[in-house]
C-alpha cells in the first residue's frame, strides 16, 4: 500500500494508562510510513506504579510526557487532558493528521471530529479496541501485528497484551468469507475490461472499507503474499503497473458433444413377413 509523503505533520498522542510502552519504537516506526512525527505526547499519572516504565522510552524517544493526576476514582482525567490537546493542535492549522495510540472507545468522538475538519486519523490499539473506535479513524493498526512473537509485557504492566497473529494458512484463509470478498470487491471497484486491477488501488479500496483492513493481521507482512496464498486470484508482475491481480478464469465446460442416433439393429428393421406376403 503506498505511503505518504514525509512532509505529512503527524502528532502523537498516546493513552499511557492504555498503552504497553514496550510498543513505542515499533509504533514509531510505523507511523514513519504515514509521515513525520512533528507532535509527541504522552499522557499519564507519572506517580502511579503501573507507568514506571515509560521513563526509558520517553527520553530514548523524545517524546513530551504529559503529567494528569487522577483528581477522583474511577474518572480518567487523561483522557480529558488528550482530548483538549488534540482540540487545541487542530486549530494551530499547522498540522495534516493525528495518530491516536489508545484502546479506549472515549476517543471515538474526537476521531469524528478531526476527520470532520479534515485531518487524516490514524489509530493504533490492542485488538481488544471497540469497532467504534476503530470506524471513526482513517485506518487503524492493531499494535498485536507490530509485536516480534516472543515479546512479553513488561513484569511492572498489567495490561492485557495479544502476541503476534499467526500466519493462516490458505484453507483458513479461504474461508474467511469476509476477508475473501472484500478482495473481491476491490477488484470489481478497479479492474479493466479484462478484469485486471492494481493491487494498490485493491488495498487503497479496502482500506476505506475497513479501516483495520491489514495482511498482518492474517500474518502476512505485505498484501500480495496474502493474495497469492489464498489462491483464488491471478497474480501479474509487470514492470511498468506493478502487480496486478484478477479473479482466476474461470473454467469453460468442455462442449458436449451431439449425441449419436441409435444404431439399428438389421433384425429389428420391419421385413414382410411370410404371413404378409399375400
Not at 491489514?214 to 497469492?228: I, P
Request: aromatic share 6%; with cysteine; glycine share 6%.
Amino acid at each position: 500500500m503506498a505511503s505518504i509523503p514525509d512532509s505529512t505533520r503527524l502528532a502523537v498522542l498516546i493513552d499511557g494508562d492504555n498503552t504497553t510502552s514496550t510498543i513505542v519504537e515499533a509504533l514509531l516506526a510505523e507511523i514513519a510510513k504515514y509521515g513525520s512525527a512533528t507532535v509527541k505526547r504522552v499522557y499519564g499519572d507519572w506517580t502511579t506504579p503501573s507507568l514506571r516504565g515509560w521513563k526509558e522510552v520517553i527520553n530514548a524517544h523524545a517524546i513530551q510526557p504529559i503529567q494528569q493526576f487522577a483528581y477522583t476514582t474511577g474518572k480518567n482525567a487523561t483522557d480529558s487532558a488528550l482530548i483538549i490537546d488534540a482540540m487545541d493542535l487542530l486549530y494551530t492549522g499547522n498540522l495534516d493528521g493525528f495518530c491516536l495510540v489508545t484502546s479506549d472507545s472515549d476517543f471515538t468522538r474526537l476521531a469524528s471530529r478531526l476527520r470532520e475538519s479534515g485531518k487524516t486519523v490514524y489509530g493504533f490499539g490492542e485488538p481488544r479496541t471497540p469497532r467504534s473506535l476503530v470506524a471513526a479513524c482513517n485506518r487503524f493498526v492493531f499494535l498485536d501485528v507490530l509485536r516480534p512473537p516472543e515479546e512479553m509485557p513488561a513484569p511492572s504492566e498489567k495490561l492485557p497484551v495479544a502476541s503476534a497473529p499467526v500466519r493462516k494458512s490458505e484453507t483458513e484463509l479461504r474461508s474467511d468469507t469476509k476477508l475473501v470478498k472484500l478482495l473481491r470487491d476491490g477488484i470489481n471497484a478497479g479492474s479493466d475490461d479484462d478484469g485486471w486491477a492494481n493491487l494498490s488501488g485493491v488495498g487503497n479500496y479496502v482500506a476505506k472499507q475497513q479501516p483495520a483492513f491489514d495482511s498482518r493481521n492474517w500474518g502476512y507482512a505485505k498484501l500480495v503474499d496474502l493474495v497469492t496464498t489464498i489462491g483464488l486470484f491471478e497474480v501479474k508482475r509487470t514492470s511498468g503497473q506493478g502487480v496486478r491481480l484478477r479473479e482466476n478464469p474461470k473454467r469453460k465446460p468442455a462442449k458436449k458433444s451431439p449425441p449419436k442416433a441409435p444404431v439399428s439393429n438389421s433384425r429389428d428393421r420391419a421385413s414382410p413377413t411370410l404371413d404378409n406376403a399375400n
